[in-house]
């Protein structure tokens, strides 16, 4: 029986080492992607945040090259891999409203349209928008940027789980 399990495991260990690179993180990178490059995010939003295009673009390398075996490379005609962001959206409006009809709580919405590309294969791994939201207290204005980058935060989480997890 053990020796049986042994099989199979080793079967598994073999067919997922076919199919690409596999992190503890969970992540999957195609074995022949080596490098990626992340040009700084266009923010074409109507935010009053300021830097979220910096703030969104160090959040993939830190995802993308901390938690992968993916190099950075700044210049996107040679690398392996390329992602690509635009923030298209911000909104920030009242999540729910309190006596004589005033905000308690605002939310901060953020969509951004991502598109991954295999530039050895010369195709599209992911071409999506992806939108996040976070509430803050109404009564504290200074929390929007807080919000802001919590938002920031679960949409890079999503981009790289959907990047990764294509196989």
Known sequence: M????????IG?????????????????????LST????????RSLSTVPALD?????????????QTRLSLESVPSEADAVLEAVIDRYQNQPASVGGQERATRNRVTLSVTVVYRDQVEDRELVRRVFTAFEEYDALD???EEAAAAAALEKIADDVFTAATSNW
């Open 2 to 9: 053990v020796r049986a399990l042994r099989a199979a495991g």
């Open 12 to 32: 598994a260990i073999t067919l997922l080492a076919g199919c690409g690179y596999y992190s503890f993180t969970g992540a999957t990178i195609p074995s022949h």
């Open 36 to 43: 990626i490059a992340i040009p700084l995010a266009e923010d």
């Open 54 to 66: 910096e703030q969104l673009t160090r959040l993939f390398v830190s995802r993308f090259v901390g």
């Open 141 to 143: 204005p200074a929390q």
